[in-house]
């Protein structure tokens, strides 16, 4: 069982930056592949970033490349995401989730990962 806690979100204007994180408890965190999502009102979750259980291997969606970047420090147990240069379009509840991988992957799907924490809010204004 993997507890996971995010933290970090809160009231911004766009173009200013945050770093959220997801601190993990529980289990060997270096044994999990882990990524953040995000919802939008009315809208479907969707991936924003993905990260392989060492680190080595990142992915970001389309939207955010370029603005924000996905890290983690295994000895930490925690899982980064430093949003730069932020739109009111990424206004949405992020949530970081895990699963356990044992190979150099990261994974793109909700349905790929087993463990979800409770969310934190950003709010980009105009």
């Known amino acids: 069982q993997v507890q996971l806690v995010e933290s970090g979100g809160g009231l911004v204007q766009a173009g200013d930056s945050l770093r959220l994180s997801c601190a993990a408890s529980?289990?060997?965190?270096?044994?999990?592949?882990m990524g953040w999502f995000r919802q939008a009102p009315g809208k479907e979750r969707e991936t924003v970033a993905a990260?392989?259980?060492?680190?080595?291997?990142?992915y970001s969606a389309d939207s955010v490349k370029g603005r924000f970047t996905v890290s983690r420090d295994n000895a930490k147990n925690t899982m980064y995401l430093q949003m730069n240069s932020l739109k009111p379009e990424d206004t949405a509840v992020y949530y970081c989730?895990?699963?356990?991988?044992?190979?150099?992957?990261?994974?793109?799907?909700?349905?790929?990962?087993?463990?979800w924490g409770q969310g934190t809010q950003v709010t980009v204004s105009s």
């Open positions: 529980g289990r060997t965190f270096s044994n999990y592949a």
């Open positions: 989730a895990a699963r356990e991988s044992f190979g150099n992957y990261y994974y793109l799907r909700q349905s790929d990962y087993n463990y």
């Open positions: 990260i392989s259980p060492g680190g080595g291997r990142t």
